[in-house]
């Protein structure tokens, strides 16, 4: 990769200002040294067992960009809990925040908050996935599809490699209550379903994983597993889906043998690749991603019209067009594990414990 390829965008924020609770369910804003003309900004993050961005990077990014901008900001997690979605929404709500922006756990949740901000004449923009038919002001995200195109076209590079014959392919889907995984899922089946069709490729099963539950997704493939022993290749939608089904494969000695793909450049994805029990992961910038909707919301709560949101999604429910920013992903192999590490989303210490130090040095990190 270029050595620019993963240069974070500047968001142009001003001084330091508030300081605000992350990755917890408890509101616990403390204020902020901003004019009393700049308004709150309530963001819900939707759990921390599905990524272990939701925790750590995206709030820790968050804050550190509404900090930057003297902008007081209230970020809490629902850890997986639609009703207490609903009940931070309406604390936040209530609180007389400007902006809301949200993660949603699914649309139907997703919809009633966004419906009730917008009544109450709060700005509204949907974090990474769509509220469908939630009629968010906004969408921040990265193109989702071209997630998903990166994932198939991995899958058939490492298989191509393994000089498989007609491989079986499972794939391991995220959660149908989330509209990315939608996406994700139209992004690699256009590169998979020709592969189908022309017989260079076998379909093997094929399953959601409900709410990205890990746990399940390793019942789920320890069952495909079982019913079809042929399969030679796991198209896992995220690297915690993949994982579940590397521990599988690992239970019958058929790890590093099969194939598998993931997705969000985590801590144990980038070590199943260096191990070579993971083919590839996608590496979205989250900081890029949280800089992005930051500064709209930013620009919002200062009274000011956002001018970044330049492109558009169509919402496949409503048929409405959403104002976007769409940030472009990037394939992660075992020759660009470093890559990541140098762009400061994961640190060599984290990456290289004794486990991995050999697969590291091979890999070129130092």
């Known amino acids: 990769m270029r050595k620019g390829l993963f240069a974070l965008a500047a968001v142009g924020l001003l001084a330091t200002g508030s300081i605000a609770a992350c990755g917890d369910d408890s509101s616990s804003d403390t204020g902020s040294t901003s004019s009393s003309a700049k308004g709150k900004v309530g963001v819900i993050l939707p759990d921390t067992k599905s990524s272990q961005r939701w925790g750590t990077d995206d709030p820790k990014f968050l804050k550190a960009a509404f900090d930057a901008a003297g902008i007081s900001v209230d970020i809490q997690n629902a850890q997986g809990d639609k009703t207490q979605f609903q009940t931070i929404a309406d604390g936040m709500i209530s609180s007389g925040v400007k902006v809301l922006m949200i993660v949603n756990l699914d649309s139907g949740t997703g919809k009633a908050v966004l419906d009730k901000a917008k009544a109450a004449g709060i700005a509204t923009i949907d974090y990474d996935r769509l509220t469908l038919n939630g009629a968010a002001d906004y969408y921040v995200s990265f193109d989702n599809v071209k997630v998903g195109e990166l994932q198939g076209q991995g899958l058939v590079d490492c298989l191509t490699a393994n000089k498989a014959v007609k491989p079986v392919v499972a794939e391991l889907n995220g959660s149908p209550t989330d509209n990315n995984a939608t996406l994700f899922a139209q992004g690699y089946n256009s590169v998979l379903d020709p592969k189908y069709a022309d017989g260079t490729f076998v379909?093997?099963?094929?399953?959601?994983?409900?709410?990205?539950?890990?746990?399940?997704?390793?019942?789920?493939?320890?069952?495909?597993?079982?019913?079809?022993?042929?399969?030679?290749?796991v198209l896992a939608a995220n690297d915690g889906l993949g994982n579940a089904a590397i521990t599988v494969l690992k239970k019958n000695k058929l790890n590093g043998q099969v194939p598998v793909t993931g997705q969000d450049a985590t801590v144990q994805g980038l070590q199943n690749i260096l191990a070579g029990d993971q083919c590839m992961t996608v590496y979205?910038?989250?900081?890029?991603?949280?800089?992005?909707?930051?500064?709209?919301a930013i620009a919002i709560a200062s009274g000011q019209k956002p001018t970044t949101a330049t492109g558009s999604i169509t919402d496949p429910e409503s048929k409405k067009d959403v104002p976007s920013v769409l940030l472009t992903p990037q394939s992660i192999t075992k020759d660009s594990v470093k890559d990541v590490i140098a762009d400061g989303f994961v640190t060599k210490d984290a990456i290289c414990t004794a486990d991995f130090a050999k697969a590291c040095t091979d890999a070129g990190i130092s």
Not at 203 to 218: E, I, S
Not at 284 to 296: C, F, W
């Open 203 to 233: 379909k093997g099963p094929n399953q959601d994983v409900p709410d990205w539950d890990n746990t399940q997704a390793g019942t789920i493939f320890e069952q495909m597993l079982t019913s079809n022993k042929a399969i030679k290749g």
């Open 284 to 296: 979205k910038a989250i900081k890029k991603e949280a800089d992005a909707a930051a500064e709209l």
